[in-house]
């Protein structure tokens, strides 16, 4: 169960305080449900997804994560470019504190990512597929009772893709999710519950079709 | 299925990481980055003594001058190294705030602690190198000797806490503070013992309390070192408890501004 109490942000701009963001957003969300955050460009999905998975924090407000909590997927950053993708992941795991399985989590992350041999060279010298790819093996080798996702869907190769959607619909089957995406037949598919941002508030909707529709109504006025 | 962790398991954790991670980062930092740890207070050393060999001929009464060069040396690179190295501690690691575990004084705290391992180690090659060559390195006052080492650490910790609050929010204190450690290495003591020194310069010398940490290194070396009238590891400590315990204030103040640009 993740709850959020009366969650206010602004950001601090070159020119002073920014607009609200979020003005009192207050939800639960239950920890086996895959939610769909929807809203226009720029009504603080990520900011939420942020705030969420306790890398930002809100201005006012509380939040409470009664579970664990993934690190938001597929936003920038998490990678050190010096370090090789091995050097990487065992980090992860170590702050994780899964240093008793390390070994397992290497040789599953060395072996999704497909990385081969360049698992031991620096990540700055991996193209952004081989990053995105070295992320989601990360991801997927810790078992998160919500994961948070950001556009992640569409990733590497063909045949990466079907991989990395097989193990996303895992994913989806045994966890929570909350996935901003702005890919309807993805929300449809991965979820049943949906959040709309509009305005700075969040309205809940068990039913994702219904937060689709509002949402697009809204769009449509 | 979901074990919670208490706050101090994450911690620790984060900081096992972290330290695994910065350590191999400054030992591997090019060819051989290690032995340059070693070469740099040797070159330091012998680059004095080459220079105060020759234009000074005073002998400090039962004191060895490399090794109070190398004293001096190592406490002020303690200091030095300390705090440094915290000011890029939170940009280095910025791509380690994407997972929430991780806050920006476990980065700078992190350093401090590598820096004063590594500088140990250095320190402790170093005279033990030079007993091979002959010199009496035990200390007279271990104790003593154990004491300024720490609080040097302590003084460069605190300023490092305090620096990389202020160097992450205006960048120009960081530049501003590299500079100055240059002009402290020279009023510090590290190659001239404030004995010698004239009375009126002495008086403005002893304000600063890094001379207070290697005079009372020496002093803790050398039987009958003469400390110059004003010089007590006291004055050290008043200084690096007031930087942490305000270093540590300004991060709390300014931990969520600290990530969130």
Known sequence: MISLR????????????????????????????NVGLIGQNGAGKSTLLRIIGGIDKPTRGSIERRCRVSWPLGLGGGLQGSLTGKQNAKFVCRLHGHEDSLRDKLAFIRDFSELGDAFDEPVKTYSSGMQARLKFALSLAFDFDVY????????????????????????????????????????REFCQAGIWLHQGNAYWFDRIDDAIQSYKESMAS | MSISRTPLDVTISVWKALFLREALTRLSAGRSAWL?????????????????????????????????????????????????????????????????????????????????????????SLLSIMALFGFDVLPNDPLRAITAWMLLW??????????SVGATLVPEIGKIANLTFTPLYFISGVFF???????????????????????????AFFRGYPNIAGISLSYLAVFSLLTVFFGLLLHMRFSNKLVTH
């Open chain 1, 6 to 33: 009366e969650v206010y942000k602004r950001y601090r701009t070159d020119h002073g305080l920014g607009k609200w963001v979020l003005q009192g957003v207050t939800i639960n969300i239950p920890r086996q449900c």
């Open chain 1, 148 to 187: 948070l996702v950001d556009e992640l869907t569409a990733v590497g190769d063909a045949a990466f893709k079907k991989k990395s959607r097989q193990a996303f619909q895992g994913l989806a089957d045994h966890a929570g999710l909350v996935m901003v995406t702005h890919d309807e037949k993805s929300l």
């Open chain 2, 36 to 124: 340059w740890l070693l070469l740099e207070p040797v070159a330091h050393v012998a680059f004095l003594m080459i220079i105060f060999s020759t234009i000074r001929q005073r002998v400090l009464p039962g004191v060895e001058f490399a090794l109070f060069l190398a004293i001096g040396v190592i406490g002020f690179h303690l200091f030095k190294n300390s705090a440094q190295r915290s000011i890029g501690a939170i940009s280095a690691n910025m791509a380690l705030f994407a997972y929430r575990q991780g806050k920006p004084i476990d980065s700078v705290l992190v350093r401090i602690f590598l820096e004063g391992v590594i500088q140990l180690f250095v320190g402790v």
């Open chain 2, 154 to 163: 302590l003084f460069g910790a605190g300023l490092g806490l305090m620096l």
């Open chain 2, 193 to 219: 013992a404030p004995f010698m020194m004239p009375a009126v310069i002495q008086e403005y010398l002893i304000l600063n309390p890094i001379i207070h940490g290697l005079e009372g290194l020496r002093s």
